[in-house]
């Protein structure tokens, strides 16, 4: 057990819907990352949150959006969905945000089901 | 840009032996992070293993070891005694730098990985 929580663990939905994916650093971690793992793209990067400010940006569609709350968990917000969103989500901590080390630690995902 | 690679989609190795993983990288950052995952089939991401681009040592964790080699560009993942619940894939990841992501942030490149399958 990581120490990162993900809910929820399964999500199963249609195209056109909006979903909300919600994810619980490990405690005293203050950075959230957003990757999500697809087939046909790996394992990519989404966006990340240090202490509630974004401090990077990846291969993050428009229809999707994150925050970071001043309890430090964060939310990953999909919209318009399509079925090429299906895919499974990992919410990821770190203690700090740049320098050596801070290793990064996975919650057990979101698998999401777009039909 | 900042790559991974990992030439080799799957493995076998027979229980208790070493079996060596491959990862190379591409970087012009004098400074940068390795890591290295393992997903088994139910999913998750479990950390395995870091090094440093200044670290002097190889890493080791364990039964996981990092052959680093820098002029080479390459940091496999060296697993010793395999056992059965080593079956999995393996993800190589490199922190982005810093130049290119505009400041301090750890976000990770991955390589597509190796699935590994420990026979009995």
């Known amino acids: 057990d990581s120490g990162v929580t993900q809910t929820p663990k399964h999500l199963i939905t249609a195209t056109g819907q909006r979903v909300t994916l919600r994810c619980s650093p490990r405690?005293?971690?203050?950075?959230v990352y957003w990757y999500q793992q697809s087939l046909d793209q790996g394992l990519q990067f989404l966006i990340q949150?240090?202490?509630?400010?974004?401090?990077a940006k990846g291969n993050i569609l428009e229809r999707f959006s994150a925050q970071q709350f001043p309890d430090l968990h964060s939310e990953l917000n999909l919209s318009s969905l399509e079925l090429g969103d299906s895919a499974l989500y990992f919410c990821?901590?770190?203690?700090?945000?740049?320098?050596?080390?801070?290793?990064?630690?996975f919650g057990p995902g979101t698998r999401l089901t777009v039909l | 840009a900042q790559k991974i690679t990992q030439t080799q989609p799957g493995m076998f190795v027979q229980e208790k032996e070493a079996v060596t993983l491959d990862c190379t990288y591409d970087t012009s950052d004098p400074s940068y992070g390795l890591f290295w995952y393992k997903q088994p089939s139910s999913g998750e991401m479990i950390f395995l293993i870091y090094q440093g681009s200044y670290d002097q040592q190889n890493a080791t964790e364990g039964r996981y070891s990092l052959n680093f080699q820098k002029a080479r560009k390459s940091a496999n993942l060296v697993i010793s005694a395999s056992q059965l619940g080593d079956s999995a894939m393996y993800f190589c990841?490199?922190?982005?730098?810093?130049?290119?992501?505009?400041?301090?942030?750890?976000?990770?490149?991955f390589g597509t990985g190796t699935l590994l399958a420990v026979q009995p």
């Open positions: 990821a901590s770190s203690v700090g945000s740049g320098g050596m080390g801070n290793e990064q630690f």
């Open positions: 949150y240090y202490n509630g400010e974004e401090r």
């Open positions: 990841a490199m922190r982005e730098a810093a130049a290119e992501s505009g400041g301090a942030t750890n976000k990770l490149i």
């Open positions: 405690s005293g971690d203050l950075s």
